[in-house]
């Protein structure tokens, strides 16, 4: 395998966990501050409001971006074995 090649299946992979990731990290940001907004201008401190909020939606966010990550990650896995011949030649 040359280094070329192991770098690049690398970069692409951590790029693609960050695409994959993405979509709930940034949900969680966005319902994270509209929460603490809700709280500040409340002042209701409470540790669940911050909780249940945050795991719904994203699990929403979860479910509805599935099919597109598993795409994803399979066109991926399809790159990664039509490789694999030029990995077993060098």
Same mark, same amino acid.
């Given at each position: 395998m040359s280094g070329a090649l192991a770098i690049d299946l690398?970069?692409?992979?951590?790029?693609?966990?960050l695409q994959v990731a993405s979509p709930m990290l940034i949900t969680a940001l966005v319902v994270g501050l509209l929460v603490s907004l809700f709280q500040a201008i409340t002042q209701l401190q409470e540790?669940?409001?911050?909780?249940?909020?945050?795991l719904l939606v994203i699990a929403t966010v979860f479910v509805l971006a599935l099919p597109w990550?598993?795409?994803?990650?399979?066109?991926? *896995?399809? @790159? #990664?074995?039509?490789? *694999?011949? @030029? #990995?077993?030649?060098s």
């Open positions: 690398v970069r692409h992979a951590v790029m693609l966990s540790q669940t409001l911050t909780f249940i909020p945050k990550a598993l795409n994803q990650l399979v066109e991926y *896995l399809a @790159t #990664v074995i039509r490789s *694999l011949p @030029t #990995v077993a030649g």
